[in-house]
């Protein structure tokens, strides 16, 4: 009889925008991406909203927005402290 094969955790889409109508660039960077400033650039809709989705296996990230080379946080999110003495967005997925 052979050992069951594990099963991978199910990846969940999980939705991130920020509101920012004069802003020319939304970068989306965070533990889920080893806060690679440019893996994920975040699409405008025409009412200044920016948008992106990942897909990411249950467990609590951190993240941030990098807006037009500045750092900034989602002001829909829970935030912890970082090393750096700033804070960081928390996404808790199930």
């Known amino acids: 009889m052979t050992d ?3 099963s991978q955790p199910t990846k969940k889409r999980v939705y991130f925008s920020l ?3 004069n ?5 989306l960077c965070g533990s889920f991406n080893n806060w690679d400033t440019n893996a994920r650039r975040l699409r405008r809709d025409k009412e200044g909203q920016w948008r992106t989705f ?4 249950p467990d609590t990230y ?3 927005f990098l807006v037009d080379g500045e750092w900034r946080n989602d002001p829909k999110a829970d935030v912890i ?9 928390v996404v808790v997925v199930k």
Do not use: D, F, S, W
């Open 81 to 89: 402290e970082n090393a750096y003495g700033t804070y960081n967005c």
């Open 54 to 57: 990942r897909m990411l296996a």
């Open 62 to 64: 951190e993240y941030r």
């Open 19 to 21: 509101e920012a109508p």
């Open 23 to 27: 802003t020319k660039e939304v970068i």
């Open 4 to 6: 069951p094969i594990p």
